[in-house]
Structure formats: structure tokens, C-alpha cells
């Protein structure tokens, strides 16, 4: 695991495409294909208020990213993202850069994520990592959006 420099050319790169990948495979799962995501380019990307985290391949290769922000006000961990390059899937990847993050960088406070509801992989995910499901929203028609936190000290 380690952080990733979105102020490099080749990681931007990399993150966006790996990001339209796993995006795409939920696009498909939640039968939705506007999330922001698929339609962001890089500089939108680069420009959010984001801190990256990657797991890397033997290779140096990103196979899996999370990223997140502190939340003004209450001071919630906000997961923005959890993507992982489909040929990486079901090996753990998501899981480990969590607990990471939620262990080693950030161990306390509470955080929020959401998915699209019918994402059944990403909500057994966050489950199981004891995230409570808050409730259900629906940002745009066909569009229904599973909102969790998890309640830290």
C-alpha cells in the first residue's frame, strides 16, 4: 500500500483508467450508466480535494485504489472511492486498503461511504467491515445509492 501523487502524469493516468474499468463493471452490475465517474476526465479528477492510497502489483502496476477526504464541520472520513482493476477482483484488495486506511492512517472518527445499492459486492464489503447501512437515496431516476457509516471513537 502506499499513497499515490496525482500530480504525477503517469499515476493520474493510471488511477483514471483503472477508476473507468471497475466504474464500468458497477455501471453494469446497478444497470446505471451515468456515474460521475465514467464521464470525469483527469484534470476533474485531479482537481478533487482527495487523498489517494494504492495497492501495487509486483510490477508497480495500481491495482487498487481508495480515496477520501475529511469532511468539514463533523470530521467524517468521506470514502469518495474504492476501485479496484476488474482483473484484481475477489483477491482482497479492497479489503486490505481499507483496513489500512482505517487502521493506520486514520483510526478514528467516523466515516461514510456509499454504493450503488444493487452493487452486492461493494455492500457485503462494507458489511462486513461493520459499516451500517444509513439508508438509500436516489441522486437521479434509476439511480439508488446505499449510504453506510461506520461509528468510530
Known sequence: MCELDLAEEAAAAAVHQLGRRAYAVESDLIGFDGIPALREGVEEMRAQPLRWLGAMTDDGQ???????????????????????????FRRGLASRLLDHLLTDLVPNGHVLVS???????????????????????????????????????
Open 62 to 88: 495500481i491495482a487498487a485504489f481508495v480515496a477520501w477526504q475529511r469532511l468539514a464541520g463533523e470530521g467524517a472520513l468521506d470514502i469518495d472511492r474504492v476501485c479496484v482493476d476488474p482483473v484484481w
Open 115 to 153: 454504493t450503488g445499492a444493487d452493487n452486492l459486492p461493494a455492500v457485503a464489503l462494507y458489511e462486513r467491515l461493520g459499516f451500517s447501512r444509513v439508508g438509500t437515496i436516489e441522486p437521479a431516476p434509476g439511480l439508488r445509492v446505499a449510504q453506510f457509516r461506520l461509528i468510530r471513537d
